[in-house]
Structure formats: C-alpha cells, structure tokens
Nanobody, 126 residues
C-alpha cells in the first residue's frame, strides 16, 4: 500500500511563498507520476501540477503557471510544490496524488490517480 503525507501548508500573506512536501512510502517511488490538486471551500477539487517519475516532464494549470514549480527528489521519495507570488485565490486544501507509470498527457484528472494524501491547508491573506 502506498501512503502519501503532505506537509508545509500554513498561513501566508499575499505575495508570499510556501513550499509543500509530499512524502511517499514505497520502494518504487521513481516509477510514480505525481500530481498536486487543490480544493477551495465550496469548490470542486482542481488540478495544479504533474511531474513524471524521472522529473523530466511537468504540466501546470494555467492559473499557477509561472508562479508554482513542481519537483521531486527520488532519493527522498518526496515531491514538492514551490508556490511563489501567492494570491488569496490560492487558498485551498492541497493534495498530492500518485499513480504508477506514465502513458502520456497532463494527468490533470483525478481519475488518473490511485493514491491520495490527506491534504494540507494553505491560506493566503489579503
């Protein structure tokens, strides 16, 4: 069973930065495509970013492109989401997700993923 644990959320002012981490159990982390999603109050969960197992392919939602960076350290079984120039509309619970392998495309749908973390709250004050 693969387990994902997010951390790094918190309260930050507009324009500030946070780095989220997602630690993943398992010995074949490098084979997993990883994604970040978020869910704001009263809204559906939405795609944020994807990174393939090798880290060579990434995708971003238009709303975060140029501000957020997804990365991974396969030696540490961890995926990161560096969030800069934060806006109040970035306020949400952020979830990481994992699926073994990669067959092309952005993996921007929740249904592409098999494993989910419990989420970490990010609040951006205006």
């Amino acid at each position: 069973q693969v387990q994902l644990v997010e951390s790094g959320g918190g309260l930050v002012q507009t324009g500030g930065s946070l780095r989220l981490s997602c630690a993943v159990s398992g010995r074949i982390f490098r084979s997993y495509t990883m994604g970040w999603f978020r869910q704001a109050p009263g809204k559906e969960r939405e795609f944020v970013a994807t990174i393939t197992g090798s880290g060579t392919i990434t995708y971003y939602a238009d709303s975060v492109k140029g501000r957020f960076t997804i990365s991974r350290d396969n030696a540490k079984n961890t995926v990161y989401l560096q969030m800069n120039s934060l806006k109040p509309e970035d306020t949400a619970v952020y979830y990481c997700a994992a699926v073994q392998g990669y067959s092309g495309g952005a993996y921007d749908a929740e249904s592409r993923y098999d494993y989910w973390g419990q989420g970490t709250q990010v609040t951006v004050s205006s």
